[in-house]
Structures are given as C-alpha cells and as structure tokens.
C-alpha cells in the first residue's frame, strides 16, 4: 500500500519526502485554500517535489467547463492526476478525460456503489471517505472492506485509496483490507513513526554507549 499526504503545504511535503516513505500527494480546494496562496504555484511546487501521483481536483461544476479545467490540470506535468466529483457530471466527464488517456481520481465516494460506478468509467482512482462516514456514525472501515472485495471479484484495476483518514489504525485496517493508496494529514503520518518503547529503547541503547565509551576513556 502505498503512503500519501493529504496536503497542499509545501513544508509538509518535504518534511515526509524526506522519510522515503511518500508514495504521492491528495490535496482538495480546501486544503488549496489554507496555503492562501496562488493555487497554481501551489500546485506546481508540489508536483516538482515529489515524483508520485499529485490530484487536483477540478471546482468547475458544469461539464464543459470542468472537462476544459481538468484539461488544464493534467497539462500541468506528467504526474498530475484529475480529480472529479462522484456526481453525473463528474462521472461524464471523468469518462471523456480517461478517454483521452488523463488519469482521473473520483472523489468524494462514500458507498460501494459509487465505487462500481468509478471503476466502470476506467478512473485510475477511487476515493472512499472513510472518516467523513465514521463522523455520520456510518462504518467507514466495513465500505473499504467491501469496496476492496467488489474491485478483487470484479477484477477492476482502478486503485483504492482510502481517504479521510484520522488516526495510525485507519491506516493498519485499510492496508489489512486491501486499499492500493492510504492518504493521510501531516499529524497522521508523524504518528505512524511514534512509538514510546522506541524512544525509550533508544535512549536506553545511547546511555550504555555514552557510559561505555566514559569507561572506556578513563582505562586508556
Ligand atoms: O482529501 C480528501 C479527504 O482525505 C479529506 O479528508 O479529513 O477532510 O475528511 P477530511
């Protein structure tokens, strides 16, 4: 399963770039607009930094002029990746820019029918909201599971990227299930890296060599 940032924050970006560990970047209008920035040179940095798949997401509602953003979009560079809302309109359109050999990435999904309805128009992502179920105290984790089953039995090669995650166990019970991609926040992927016996283990493995090498230094 590969790990994204759920991000339009450059510092963010390379902080975790850094790690390794970061497989692509999800950023939504809301997430353009807390940079208060230039949403074009927000996305440009970000699709420079890193090498993986980067969704921007379209804000045109009507399809002819969603279908020219989205356009627009995937220009920006090779890895850029379109996003459209789960709606008829972004269904249609989706399906025009897959035909024209754009990646596309469905949002805002939030049942596995709508996941169906996003593999049947050969979108390169789908993008179940898992927390925004569990805040309706829906299951957010069971539709994943299901929709990780529907795409195995149906042999969809759309990926699953879970998405709308909140905490480290969303991320261990989407890999468990199945997801391609898990998106995350910046909190979120810090973490995953903590573990207090790891702190612990190692302070306690930096005191004995410190005190090693203070006898070692006092015999010489
Ligand atoms: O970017 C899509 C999704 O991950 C949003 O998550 O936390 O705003 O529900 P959240």
């Given at each position: 399963m590969k790990l994204f940032l759920d991000t339009?924050?450059?510092?963010?970006?390379?902080?975790?770039?850094?790690?390794?560990?970061?497989?692509?970047?999800?950023?939504?209008?809301?997430?353009?607009?807390?940079?208060?920035?230039?949403?074009?040179?927000?996305?440009?940095?970000?699709?420079?930094?890193?090498?993986?798949?980067?969704?921007?997401?379209?804000?045109?509602?009507?399809?002819?002029?969603?279908?020219?953003?989205?356009?627009?979009?995937?220009?920006?560079?090779?890895?850029?990746?379109?996003?459209?809302?789960?709606?008829?309109?972004?269904?249609?359109?989706?399906k025009?820019?897959?035909?024209?050999?754009?990646?596309?990435?469905?949002?805002?999904v939030f049942s596995p029918a709508q996941a169906i309805l996003a593999a049947e128009i050969g979108a390169y992502i789908v993008s179940p909201f898992l927390g925004r179920l569990d805040d309706v105290a829906s299951d957010g984790m069971d539709a994943l599971r299901t929709i990780c089953d529907i795409y195995e039995i149906q042999g969809y090669d759309t990926l699953v990227l879970a998405a709308s995650l909140r905490h480290p166990m969303h991320i261990v019970e989407s890999a468990l299930a199945g997801a391609d991609i898990a998106t995350m926040p910046f909190a979120v992927f810090k973490q995953l890296v903590k573990h207090p016996l790891t702190d612990a283990g190692l302070e306690k493995f930096l005191g004995d060599w410190k005190a090693l090498k203070q006898e070692l230094e006092k015999g010489a």
């Open positions: 339009a924050n450059i510092e963010e970006i390379r902080e975790i770039n850094r790690w390794g560990v970061l497989g692509g970047v999800t950023t939504n209008p809301s997430l353009v607009a807390k940079e208060a920035d230039d949403p074009e040179r927000v996305w440009k940095e970000i699709l420079t930094e890193v090498e993986g798949p980067i969704s921007l997401e379209t804000t045109e509602l009507e399809p002819e002029a969603m279908y020219q953003q989205g356009l627009d979009l995937a220009q920006m560079a090779p890895n850029a990746v379109v996003k459209v809302p789960m709606t008829p309109e972004g269904l249609g359109v989706g025009r820019l897959t035909d024209e050999g754009i990646k596309i990435n469905v949002t805002l």
